[in-house]
């Protein structure tokens, strides 16, 4: 005789679920217990790694502030040389010691801006080149400044265009850069020299408007009369 079949209820049909649920992710678990673990471990050591290279780059970016705060001494000495390659006898190493010890860091990659303007003024402009390219900094000021150098470099070289738009846009990075009507300056005399007296124009007036205190406003005025 056929037993009648027994009615669940909502309550005892929804433990099943769950006690079905549960059976199945053990059973998953047991199948890839292994492979989690692997996985698990994977990210704990990725984890790791950052965290250890976050905090090195850190110390050693406080490092390369530390020996840049001591060379920059020799520096605005007008020692170029010295700043270059650090003084013997004593805890002063050159700016090129540390842009090669810590370069990638944000005080390495601001000595490597020093190092060119040192180079540069000592006449060796392609050496001063290597650096201004290499700057990978996000400093705004420096960023500007790096564009500056490669504009000299081009201007030295007789590349006047090229040297006006590096000029131009080294005066575009930031607007509170003090050095910004300089650089519209030249990026204008480029300009003029390279026959575009269109652009130089325009800028010459861009500076009077925008910074008609500035020192060189009498010296902007002299070259609006040779862009006429």
């Known amino acids: 005789m056929l037993q009648k079949k027994k009615k669940f209820t ?38 790791a790694a950052v965290y250890f290279f976050l905090n090195q780059k850190a110390e050693e970016n406080e490092l390369a502030g ?20 650090g003084r013997q006898g004593t805890n002063i190493i050159g700016l090129k010691q540390i842009v090669d010890k810590f370069g990638g860091t944000e005080n390495g990659e601001t000595a490597k801006i020093f190092l060119a303007n040192c180079y540069s003024f000592l006449g060796n402009n392609d ?15 420096f960023i500007a400044a790096s564009l500056a150098g490669r504009a000299g470099y081009s201007a030295v070289k007789g590349d006047y265009e090229k040297a006006a738009e590096l000029y131009l846009n080294a005066s575009k990075v930031s607007k509170i850069n003090a050095e910004n009507p300089y650089y519209m300056l030249n990026a204008g005399i480029y300009f003029l020299n390279s026959g575009d007296k269109k652009q130089a124009k325009v800028l010459f007036a861009a500076i009077k408007k925008e910074y008609p205190n500035t020192a060189i406003i009498r010296e902007v005025d002299n070259y609006i009369t040779l862009a006429d």
């Open 66 to 85: 530390i020996e840049l705060s001591r060379v920059m001494k020799l520096y605005n000495q007008g020692a170029y040389l010295e700043a270059i390659e």
């Open 127 to 141: 050496e001063a080149i290597k650096y201004f390219e290499d700057y990978s900094g996000s400093i705004d000021y």
């Open 10 to 47: 909502k309550k005892e049909i929804k433990e099943d679920k769950l006690i079905s649920i549960v059976y199945k992710s053990q059973s998953f678990f047991e199948e890839y217990k292994s492979k989690i673990y692997t996985y698990g471990l994977v990210l704990v050591v990725v984890a």
